[in-house]
């Protein structure tokens, strides 16, 4: 009997769990239909909405056509008062195309604030040698911190992607364009201007937002300036970060599919965008304009006045004007300089230039007067006020190594004095890792120092190579390959630094500003005739 009560009991539990999980399920039914409902008529109100954006954005265009002669093209350059390459990119894709297209308008949206477009243009010849042949309209954001790095403590990459696409649409409300170039790397600002501004899109990529390169950097916990110690140290968080890169990676492709024309900066940066991009057919290799025709007038160092025939004979050259360069070694010389030209960027890695000079010196200081005859010089802009604060820190890290005597910092420095400083240095110094391309290395080659270069990306692809089987520089990727190469470029003979000079200025002929408005112009040629009336 107790048996038989059990079983009834088990009965009657399981068919009140079946009740109950009938009911259970009926609820979610209940509630998924009006879910689905309400999001498609979210979906339809948010397309409607879009739609209307896209109609109100067009109605400015069409108006702004009718009161100007010709199209409007406009460069999407937050930080265009800056003074690195990206901004030489810049001004020259502006006189090119000012040349080529008279009757075109053009505009740049800038974040730059307490300065005005004359002192903007002022500042770009100053730096840069360039001047516009005719002028410019300039929009000023007002909201440029969306895009600093410092806004994002964390999920710095996704934040910055998302501040850009608010300053992008903060642009497109200022101004529609019909043609929309962002020549700073903001991909995520594309697909705004071109599917709700109705605008031709084209970009200049200097540097993918997010590479294969720096996921082996995760996935290996390595530290670098990207990848915090406590995520490299933390497996966990390495996998987490892994994950988010490459969903990043994923969206990063997508908007950078949008772009109608692509350009990229070196084959190391072409490499990963069509991996990203996938757009090959629309993609092309534009090396960025050098300044190289200022420095190729300057003799070089070991060259007297009277312009010696070459065929007299370099170890001739080197004799008649050893006085001037020998190796520290020799002693003829007082005073050698090591140079970099770059950015107060934490990528620059400038610590590393400073190690390694340490180590320099600490090779050289047994020589009597050695140490006081080699000067390290930081030539670079600053963009902000972090940028200021990371000098305060190389300025403590060169206190602290005992080097601030043989160190200088020289900021923000017009062209002119850049010029002089490069044609007087003994040697060029890189530190970046995967530098996209490596302009300052190229001013470098061409002022007729002996180049010193990180071993990886742009410097060891496209820049420091063989040119008619005669090397052109050195490549180093550690703090004591770098002092090593460094102690042998001063070691070598005047003839030998002659021969290597001059091979490294003939190759870099290929990245002049002609080079440069060339192959943008070509790459851009389509596009601009779709816009010509």
Same mark, same amino acid.
């Given at each position: 009997?107790?048996?038989?009560?059990?079983?009834?009991?088990?009965?009657?539990?399981?068919?009140?769990?079946?009740?109950?999980?009938?009911?259970?399920?009926?609820?979610?039914?209940?509630?998924?239909?009006?879910?689905?409902?309400?999001?498609?008529?979210?979906?339809?109100?948010?397309?409607?909405?879009?739609?209307?954006?896209?109609?109100?954005?067009?109605?400015?265009?069409?108006?702004?056509?009718?009161?100007?002669?010709?199209?409007?093209?406009?460069?999407?350059?937050?930080?265009?008062?800056?003074?690195?390459?990206?901004?030489?990119?810049?001004?020259?894709?502006?006189?090119?195309?000012?040349?080529?297209?008279?009757?075109?308008?053009?505009?740049?949206?800038?974040?730059?604030?307490? $300065?005005?477009?004359?002192?903007?243009?002022?500042?770009?010849?100053?730096?840069?040698?360039?001047?516009?042949?005719?002028?410019?309209?300039?929009?000023?954001?007002?909201?440029?911190?969306? $895009?600093?790095?410092?806004?994002?403590?964390?999920?710095?990459?996704?934040?910055?992607?998302?501040?850009?696409?608010?300053?992008?649409?903060?642009?497109?409300?200022?101004?529609?364009?019909?043609?929309?170039?962002?020549?700073?790397?903001?991909?995520?600002?594309?697909?705004?201007?071109?599917?709700?501004?109705?605008?031709?899109?084209?970009?200049?990529?200097?540097?993918?937002?997010?590479?294969?390169?720096?996921?082996?950097?995760?996935?290996?916990?390595?530290?670098?300036?990207?990848?915090?110690?406590?995520?490299?140290?933390?497996? $966990?968080?390495?996998?987490?970060?892994?994950?988010?890169?490459?969903?990043?990676?994923?969206?990063?492709?997508?908007?950078?599919?949008?772009?109608?024309?692509?350009?990229?900066?070196?084959?190391?940066?072409?490499?990963?965008?069509?991996?990203?991009?996938?757009?090959?057919?629309?993609?092309?290799?534009?090396?960025?304009?050098?300044?190289?025709?200022?420095?190729?007038?300057?003799?070089?160092?070991?060259?007297?006045?009277?312009?010696?025939?070459?065929?007299?004979?370099?170890?001739?050259?080197?004799?008649?004007?050893?006085?001037?360069?020998?190796?520290?070694?020799?002693?003829?010389?007082?005073?050698?300089?090591?140079?970099?030209?770059?950015?107060?960027?934490?990528?620059?890695?400038?610590?590393?230039?400073?190690?390694?000079?340490?180590?320099?010196?600490?090779?050289?200081?047994?020589?009597?007067?050695?140490?006081?005859?080699?000067?390290?010089?930081?030539?670079?802009?600053?963009?902000?006020?972090?940028?200021?604060?990371?000098?305060?820190?190389?300025?403590?890290?060169?206190?602290?190594?005992?080097?601030?005597?043989?160190?200088?910092?020289?900021?923000?420095?017009?062209?002119?004095?850049?010029?002089?400083?490069?044609?007087?240095?003994?040697?060029?110094?890189?530190?970046?890792?995967?530098?996209?391309?490596?302009?300052?290395?190229?001013?470098?080659?061409?002022?007729?120092?002996?180049?010193?270069?990180?071993?990886?990306?742009?410097?060891?692809?496209?820049?420091?190579?063989?040119?008619?089987?005669?090397?052109?520089?050195?490549?180093?990727?550690?703090?004591?390959?770098?002092?090593?190469?460094?102690?042998?470029?001063?070691?070598?003979?005047?003839?030998?630094?002659?021969?290597?000079?001059?091979?490294?200025?003939?190759?870099?002929?290929?990245?002049?500003?002609?080079?440069?408005?060339?192959?943008?112009?070509?790459?851009?040629?389509?596009?601009?005739?779709?816009?010509?009336?």
């Amino acid at each position: 009997m107790d048996e038989h009560g059990h079983l009834h009991n088990l009965h009657h539990h399981h068919h009140h769990f079946s009740l109950c999980f009938c009911d259970l399920m009926r609820l979610l039914w209940s509630l998924v239909v009006p879910c689905v409902y309400l999001s498609l008529v979210l979906t339809l109100v948010l397309l409607l909405l879009l739609m209307g954006v896209r109609m109100w954005l067009q109605g400015r265009q069409k108006a702004r056509r009718a009161q100007d002669e010709g199209p409007a093209v406009a460069f999407f350059h937050p930080y265009c008062n800056a003074g690195g390459g990206g901004e030489r990119v810049l001004w020259c894709s502006l006189r090119a195309l000012m040349n080529r297209y008279p009757n075109f308008s053009f505009v740049v949206y800038t974040g730059d604030q307490g $300065v005005t477009g004359e002192q903007i243009l002022e500042g770009a010849r100053q730096r840069f040698n360039i001047t516009l042949p005719r002028p410019i309209t300039f929009m000023f954001l007002r909201h440029r911190a969306l $895009v600093e790095a410092g806004s994002y403590p964390h999920f710095t990459l996704l934040g910055q992607s998302a501040g850009s696409m608010f300053l992008g649409w903060e642009a497109l409300t200022a101004f529609v364009p019909d043609l929309y170039v962002d020549s700073m790397g903001y991909a995520f600002t594309l697909p705004i201007f071109r599917y709700l501004g109705g605008c031709k899109v084209a970009s200049y990529v200097h540097y993918p937002t997010v590479s294969t390169d720096m996921l082996s950097v995760v996935r290996e916990r390595n530290p670098r300036f990207n990848n915090a110690d406590f995520i490299s140290g933390n497996p $966990v968080l390495s996998a987490v970060k892994v994950v988010y890169y490459c969903c990043f990676a994923l969206l990063y492709g997508l908007v950078g599919s949008c772009s109608d024309v692509i350009m990229v900066n070196s084959t190391w940066t072409l490499g990963h965008i069509l991996a990203l991009w996938r757009s090959p057919s629309r993609t092309s290799i534009v090396y960025p304009p050098c300044d190289v025709r200022a420095f190729l007038d300057v003799p070089l160092g070991e060259e007297d006045e009277d312009e010696v025939e070459e065929e007299e004979g370099w170890e001739e050259l080197g004799q008649e004007l050893g006085s001037k360069e020998e190796g520290v070694g020799g002693g003829d010389r007082k005073c050698h300089s090591i140079v970099s030209v770059g950015q107060f960027r934490p990528e620059k890695d400038h610590r590393l230039q400073i190690r390694a000079f340490r180590k320099l010196l600490d090779r050289k200081g047994e020589g009597p007067g050695a140490q006081e005859s080699l000067r390290l010089v930081l030539i670079g802009g600053c963009r902000n006020q972090e940028d200021e604060e990371r000098v305060l820190m190389l300025r403590g890290l060169c206190e602290e190594l005992g080097v601030s005597a043989h160190v200088d910092f020289k900021l923000n420095i017009p062209f002119e004095e850049l010029k002089r400083e490069l044609v007087d240095a003994t040697i060029g110094l890189h530190t970046m890792w995967n530098e996209h391309f490596g302009i300052g290395v190229v001013e470098c080659m061409a002022a007729g120092t002996i180049v010193l270069a990180h071993k990886s990306g742009g410097p060891k692809l496209d820049i420091v190579v063989p040119f008619e089987g005669e090397q052109t520089g050195f490549l180093a990727d550690s703090e004591d390959s770098y002092a090593a190469a460094m102690e042998t470029i001063l070691a070598l003979s005047p003839s030998a630094r002659l021969e290597m000079r001059r091979s490294a200025r003939r190759s870099v002929e290929r990245f002049s500003d002609q080079e440069f408005e060339t192959c943008f112009l070509s790459a851009t040629e389509t596009l601009m005739s779709r816009l010509q009336r």
